[in-house]
């Protein structure tokens, strides 16, 4: 049972390199997310996909861009990559937009 | 504008009590609510949840009180066990937040043996 499938776990960057995080469900869910968590407080919401085809901005959309590519994978893309993007990313998917979500193991990002 | 507070950042609870977390929220359109708990170099993993249309939802050793007057809810998790030991996050959602989840910044539950 593997769930929501994240990588890598662990990543350090330059500022200014770009990468790309990649996120799988096996759940056939339709709905997928992408959250930071940072030190002292909740996640945050980056971007969603309520559907194929679909995606939208979440609460801080700023420095990412998102893709999905199919039903069951969600990337996330960091094109320019600046300290304050140092965090924890965790991909999140739900059968539909308002259910519970299930997550990831997180990706640890660390910006030098 | 935090819309969902929990201000307690940990909680230490003997094993066999009563562990109870708390939860504030502004927002009075928010109509789902649901609790996650988190394990270190874990992604969060759902616990369990209320609509705003019920006072109380219970889950085995697990329940939440949901007081809307307050904008208040609390979980409860009897007898405490050792495992229960993690971040217990409080999340909503409602027409509001365009049914996004919006959390709080997790207590740290410590169960001392």
């Known amino acids: 049972n593997a769930g929501v499938t994240q990588t890598p776990k662990f990543q350090v960057l330059k500022t200014g390199q770009s990468m790309t995080l990649q996120c799988a469900q096996d759940?056939?869910?339709?709905?997928m997310y992408w959250y930071r968590q940072d030190p002292g407080m909740g996640l945050r919401l980056i971007y969603y996909?309520?559907?194929?085809?679909?995606?939208d901005k979440g609460e801080v959309p700023n420095g990412y861009n998102v893709s999905r590519l199919n039903k069951r994978e969600f990337s996330l893309r960091l094109e320019s990559a600046a300290p304050s993007q140092t965090s924890v990313y965790f991909c999140a998917s739900s059968e539909l937009t308002a259910t519970e979500a299930f997550f990831g193991q997180g990706t640890r990002l660390t910006v030098v | 504008d935090q819309q969902v507070k929990q201000n307690s950042p940990s909680l230490s609870v003997q094993e066999g009590r009563i562990s109870i977390l708390n939860c504030d929220y502004t927002n009075s359109m928010f109509d789902y609510f649901l609790w996650y708990k988190k394990y270190p170099a874990e992604g969060p993993t759902f616990l369990i949840s209320i609509s705003s249309i019920k006072d109380k939802n219970e889950d085995g050793r697990f329940t939440v009180f949901l007081n809307k007057s307050a904008k208040h809810l609390s979980l409860h998790i009897v007898p405490s066990q050792p495992g229960d030991s993690a971040v217990y996050f409080c999340a909503a959602w409602g027409m509001d937040s365009n049914y996004q989840l919006i959390w709080g910044a997790g207590t740290k539950l410590i169960i001392k043996p």
């Open positions: 996909s309520a559907s194929e085809g679909t995606t």
């Open positions: 759940m056939n869910h339709n709905s």
